[in-house]
Nanobody
């Protein structure tokens, strides 16, 4: 699978951004598409995931009610709508595939290049 994230940028606290992950060359092991993020000096952490077939969604507790993951089959993208952004959401955001449900980077199979999100206070 090939993954390419886009849509990052600079936004003020309370604002919104929409990230998009272009997906191509899917394999049978790419059952779940995920968004992760990595802040400077921090470990990479799970943000949200969506299963390809059922569309079942999962979120990290710190984004529930603010972020929404979705899939656009026509565009072949996995999108992350981010609302009510906070300075602590500042990070490089990555999309990654996995064969099953994951909560950490363990178990992921492929990663795309990240996109930087900066939230100013």
């Amino acid at each position: 699978v090939q993954l390419q994230a886009s849509g990052g940028g600079l936004v003020q606290a309370g604002g919104s951004l929409r990230l998009s992950c272009a997906v191509s060359r899917l394999t049978t092991s790419d059952n779940v598409m995920n968004w992760f993020r990595q802040a400077p000096g921090e470990d990479r952490e799970f943000v949200a995931g969506i299963s390809r077939r059922e569309g079942k969604k999962r979120y990290a507790d710190f984004v529930k009610g603010r972020f929404t993951i979705s899939r656009d089959s026509a565009k072949r993208t996995i999108d992350l709508q981010m609302n009510s952004l906070k300075p602590e959401d500042t990070a490089v955001y990555f999309c990654a595939s996995s064969s099953g449900v994951v909560s950490t980077a363990v178990g992921t199979t492929s990663w795309g290049r990240g996109t930087l999100v900066t939230v100013s206070s």
